[in-house]
């Protein structure tokens, strides 16, 4: 656990209260880069100069991170630079480069020679936990390993064969899209109501090095599908891979978990959780959602 008093101080423009910004002063818009901390990297096709309007997706350190920089890394993607609050709104191009943005720092905290480990997530919608609006991925470098994410990875090292295959073998019902080498699915125990997964149907520990054009393909209509069936925009997104490069047994997975109401006494104090959609009915649902015209 991190103590960051300082995040209390964060802006918000969601919802009413203490830091809400007025109308225009979206600090991730173009013309209030000086709202944020110079950028460490950006999308800038017209080569213009670091920290001005002309980027298409930009990444900054979080102006209010879990950890103090010294010891590990938080930074934020800003997808576009339209002000778009739901991923899915996002153009396809859109959504790509923004997808290939997580992946390059991803792999760029990977390689930082205090060994972090980085995880990529994204949260919608103030039941989220997001306190701004405009379509933004984190990435926190971990200067630890992070118990769930280890906890995954053992599991795939002590199974007897790769859950995720062996899941994608008996869940046909469950499957509500797929491209050429990816496939969304409903998995059979989800972590919340109404959660879906996507992975590559091929085996593989990490994504490839430009993931972004072929997981937009399937990412954006499953958002759409998704948030149209269980009426509410709010979710939680992130990926799981193998921060061990040379890892065979892990295979890489995006997890999306809409968000529909409040985690309660049983779900923090006994760790229980109960599932109230069916997934091979979500799967059904979200599959008519998605062969409407």
């Known amino acids: 656990m991190f103590r960051a008093p300082g995040r209390a101080a964060r802006p918000h423009d969601i919802h009413h209260g203490p830091g809400i910004l007025p109308a225009g002063a979206c600090p991730f818009c173009p013309a209030n880069e000086r709202e944020t901390p110079p950028e460490v990297w950006a999308d800038r096709p017209d080569q213009s100069a670091p920290n001005t309007p002309g980027w298409r997706v930009r990444a900054i350190p979080n102006r209010f991170p879990v950890m103090p920089p010294e010891i590990g890394v938080h930074e934020v993607v800003i997808n576009t630079d339209r002000h778009v609050v739901h991923l899915w709104d996002l153009t396809l191009d859109e959504l790509s480069r923004a997808i290939d943005a997580w992946a390059l720092r991803e792999a760029v905290i990977a390689e930082d020679p205090r060994g972090l480990w980085p995880f990529v997530f994204l949260n919608q919608g103030s039941a989220a936990g997001a306190s701004l609006q405009h379509s933004h991925a984190q990435i926190i470098g971990f200067p630890f390993a992070p118990p769930r ?39 059979p125990t989800p972590l919340l109501s109404g959660a879906v997964r996507i992975a590559p149907i091929a085996h593989a520990a990490r994504w490839p090095k430009d993931p972004g054009p072929e997981l937009a393909e399937i990412l954006k209509p499953a958002l759409a599908a998704l948030s149209s069936v269980l009426d509410t925009s709010a979710l939680n997104l992130w990926v799981r891979q193998s921060r061990d490069r040379s890892a065979a047994r892990f295979h890489w997975h995006v997890d999306i978990v809409p968000r529909r109401g409040t985690l309660a006494g049983m779900e923090l104090g006994a760790g229980v959780f109960t599932v109230i959609n069916d997934p091979e009915e979500l799967a059904r649902a979200l599959r008519a959602q998605l062969s409407r015209p």
Do not use: G, H, K, M
């Open 149 to 187: 994410l280890v906890a995954y990875e053992t599991a795939f090292d002590v199974a007897p064969s790769c859950p995720i295959c062996t899941e994608l073998r008996q869940v046909e019902p469950n499957v509500i899209a797929r491209t050429e080498s990816l496939i969304v699915w409903a998995p």
